[in-house]
Nanobody
């Protein structure tokens, strides 16, 4: 089992920045990759950015050049640095982790960007 706890959400004006953190605990050695997803009202949950244990990253086209995903040295915490935020980035952001056929979710953190 892997437990994920997000922090760092909040409200910001367009053009501002936020940094999200997600701390993993439990069977962290089984984690093969972690990522950030978001779900806006009335929309499906979508991938924002992901990183594998090998360091490969993947970004949604809508956030390329603005968001950066990273991990700490022991790969138990994943960060999402969000710059140049836009109102359309408003959503609940969820941390996710894949571990040997299982996928785990955090509880989510709200990000609100006002124009």
């Amino acid at each position: 089992q892997v437990q994920l706890v997000e922090s760092g959400g909040g409200s910001v004006q367009a053009g501002g920045s936020l940094r999200l953190s997600c701390a993993a605990s439990g069977s962290v050695k089984s984690i093969q990759g972690m990522g950030w997803y978001r779900q806006a009202p009335g929309k499906q949950r979508e991938l924002v950015a992901a990183v594998t244990n090998g360091g490969s990253t993947n970004y949604a086209d809508s956030v390329k050049g603005r968001f950066t995903i990273s991990t700490d040295n022991i790969k138990t915490t994943v960060y999402l640095q969000m710059n140049g935020l836009k109102p359309e980035d408003t959503a609940i952001y969820y941390c996710g982790a894949g571990a040997f056929g299982h996928f785990y979710w955090g509880q989510g953190t709200q990000v609100t960007v006002s124009s």
